[in-house]
Every structure is written in C-alpha cells, then in structure tokens.
C-alpha cells in the first residue's frame, strides 16, 4: 500500500521513473546542493541513466524506516520538489524529515510549508511519533524561518558539520514533540492507494 499525501495544492506521491529527468537536473544545480546537500554539485552532470537508477531503487526498495515523495502541484501535475521521513524508529517514536523544491520558479511561494506540514500530520497522526528531527545548516535563514513558523524548536548545534565553499558551517538541530504541535487547517489527510 502507498501512501499519497494532499494539500491544499499538493500531492505527494511516491516516485515514478519519469521524475528522473527533474532529479538529475536538480542535482547538477550548484546553488540547490549548497542548500541541500552535504556534498558539492558534481563537476559534471550525474549521466540520466544513473539518476534512473537511483529512482528505480528507490521504487523497488521496501523500507520501513525512510519514505520518499515527490512533491507535484495538482493544478499541472508538475514535479517541483522531493521529500522524505527517515530515520523512522517504532521503538521510540521518533523520526527525521527532510525536504528541498528543486524548480526555482517554485520557491518563494509557500509550497515548502504545505509539505512540511503534510510530513509533520503523517509523522503524528499516521506513523504515531512522539519526536520529528531536522538538521539546518546553519546559513540557510529561509529554512529555519519554515521549521520554526512550523513550531520546530532549536535544540542544539553541530559545530563545523559541513564544508561549503571551503568553510567549515554548523548545523542547527531541531525538534518538534508530539505536544508541541498545533495541526493547521491548510493540509489535507493522507490517503492511501493501492
């Protein structure tokens, strides 16, 4: 069973090979990978056939700790972003999210909330966490504006977690418990399909 996630205009549904396409663009963008990634963009583009790889594993894969989406507008079917729950322990409730809109014509328009708060309602009211993670680096004040408009508190710093044009960066930690949040009326339910 696979889950698809609504919002008031967006779905998050599970990958498709098609989104390959979008994801090897993303990943060659240099100023995407400095906000999203731990590593530099490539000095060349990742060859297509390895992104469909990657997508394909991630198809096939069945993983009950990680979820992955990707992030569609419903008005055009467009594919803007990826996300994802990771680190999901049934143990101890606990969870990590994770998020980036790749298309740039995209950001700045509040779509980064919608998924945000559609991961944060699967995590509470589908997966039964008590405790949602998140690591920022430090630098990247429109993210941290997101997570803690979203009620995501900073708990910690990684000092020196990353090197981002040959400088060390620290990255923030953040939590959100079960008893913190506040649901907000914008996300739709989830719901399965088959």
Known sequence: METILTTQRLRLTPHILPDAEAM????ADPELCYYSDDTPAPAEPEPIEETRRYIERIITRQDDNILRWGVRRIEDD???GFCMIVFIDHHNLKCKVGMAIGEKTAWGKGYGREVLEALVRHCFEVLGMNRIGAEI???NAPSIRLFERTGFQREGVIRQSVVKNGLYEDE???GLLRDE???KPLCGPATAIE
Do not use: H, T
Request: glycine residues 0%; aromatic residues 38%; proline residues 6%.
């Open 78 to 80: 467009q594919l803007i």
């Open 172 to 174: 923030y930690v953040y």
């Open 137 to 139: 680096y430090a630098f």
């Open 181 to 183: 949040w506040r649901p």
């Open 24 to 27: 090897n663009r993303w990943s």
